[in-house]
Every structure is written in structure tokens, then in C-alpha cells.
């Protein structure tokens, strides 16, 4: 079977193995693929924009951020490194 992953250039390739990490293509999020708020919106048409990482060096070289729902720590210091402030 071959996977369809996302590159650090945003461009999708082949892969004979899955991605360890799930993203929204519209949001620019990324997280763990059992995610409770990726899942509880699967049936809500995210499955069109979802896309996969091979890791997370991967997802934030394209541009995306880590999810404030499964990826709670590195959620924050990403938010601290933009200047933002955590509402806990």
C-alpha cells in the first residue's frame, strides 16, 4: 500500500509507509493522528482537507502549527514564540 504524505515543500508524495502526524490543509494545524478534535470532525467533511507528515520537522518546515488540543506543549511554546498569550 502507498501513502500519500506532505513534504516540507507543501507538496504531496508517495510514501510505503504512514504518516506519524495528521494536518489541516486549510487551518495549517498539525497533530496526532488519534486527536479527539481531528476525529470528532471527521464526519463534518475534514477528511478533504486532512493531510499527513512523516514527523514534525516535517509539518512546521511547511508551515503549519501545532494543535492546542493534542499537542498542548508544544501548542504553547509555539504561541510564546510568536509574541501571543496563553489562555490557560
Known sequence: MRYILT???NHPYP???????G???RDKI???LDCPSAVRHL?????KVRVFFP???????AGYRPCGTCMRTAYRE???????????
Request: net charge positive; no cysteine.
Open 55 to 61: 514527523d514534525e520537522t516535517t509539518a512546521i518546515a
Open 78 to 88: 509555539w504561541k510564546a514564540s510568536q509574541g501571543g498569550r496563553i489562555i490557560r
Open 23 to 25: 494536518g489541516n490543509r
Open 43 to 47: 464526519p463534518n467533511g475534514y477528511a
Open 30 to 32: 498539525y497533530g496526532r
Open 7 to 9: 513534504g516540507p515543500d
Open 15 to 21: 510514501s510505503p509507509t504512514p504518516g506519524l502526524l
